[in-house]
């Protein structure tokens, strides 16, 4: 593909992007196969629908000169984009990774608690934390808009006809009001994610080590994991009220703590227990059940998590206390970047 209708500075951001949000999203989970990932086909096409929503999510977020909240409203509006209108796992009582939630949660033609475990998922691990990575890998770029005009339009046709294709090749006959639902609430989180206010940090550091940080990240999917896909719960209400509450707590914490001005070690350790969880434990498991090469996939992330680590070590120089692309005061403290 030629590619000179990408920033000639932004080019290699944009690529780690395009192919590392669809390993995330898909590969981790185990929800595509990892040897998959070597058919340049299919890394394409996952890349059109993953990597094309990720570059979005953040061009969107950059240019309305918005924060990481912003970037999960959008996240979560991509993820009911890919399960809500174009696969329909939201309303198919038969999608192959239901499981339980076949039935647990079903009422009036959706798949209720599968929706809301999804949508929270692909918030976090298809969007957002690739995103945090490919802006850590070349950190220089960070607070700045990837996308030239040609290339936004370029990857919203690449998104639009993913979807498409997408939407054929998974047929299922929701209904009209079910996908109006869908679209009504793309909508919604899309006006919220344009006007969510900013968090500008009123103190240098938050002095919180990376331990707890790591431990915090860790339990991010292993709480829902397990909350949403084991119907403890006997009543499935409890279990999707239980998860907006889960959803509200570590909101109110990751914003109490950004208020004291998160450095790029502190963002990679929450990272690093997030990825943790899938790479060191749920793709061993799939491995010893027969899941061929998810653990490599996992071992892989785990490296590139060192690496940025390394990096990040290796570049302490002075970045702005405000949230990236939030505005504000621009008073600077010495923080690793």
Known sequence: MHLSFLSKGYR??????????????????GSTPPFAFLNPGVLFLLGSLYGSGALLVRDYARRWKKGWRSILVLGAAYGIVEEGIMVRSFFNPSWKDLGVLATYGRWLGVN???????TIYHAIFSITIPI??????????????????RSRVFFHALLVFSIILGF?????????????????????????AKRIPN?????????VSWKPLVLIGVSVPAVFFFLFNTA???????????????????????????????TDLQRLSLIAGAIG?????????????????????????????????????GHLVPTPLYEIGAGGSKRTEPVPR
């Open 232 to 262: 403890l719960i006997p009543y499935a209400i409890g279990t999707m009220i239980l998860g907006a509450f889960l959803v509200l707590g570590y909101e109110r914490l990751l914003s109490r703590w950004a208020t004291k001005g998160f």
């Open 168 to 192: 054929f090749a998974f047929p299922y006959n929701a209904s009209v009001l079910a996908i109006a639902g869908c679209v009504a609430a793309v909508a919604v989180l899309g006006w919220i």
């Open 277 to 313: 969880f899938w790479a060191l434990f749920f793709d061993s498991i799939l491995e010893i059940i027969g899941r061929l090469g998810t653990s490599l996939l996992g071992l892989s992330f785990v490296l590139y998590i060192f690496f940025l680590r390394k990096k990040t070590l």
């Open 12 to 29: 290699k951001p944009i690529l780690l992007l395009f192919f590392l949000s669809p390993l995330a999203g898909e590969g981790l989970s």
């Open 112 to 118: 209720w608690v599968w929706a809301e475990w999804l």
């Open 199 to 207: 968090i500008v940090p009123s103190e240098r550091t938050l002095r």
């Open 132 to 149: 945090f990575l490919a802006e850590l890998t070349y950190p220089q770029t960070r607070s700045q808009v990837w996308l030239s005009l």
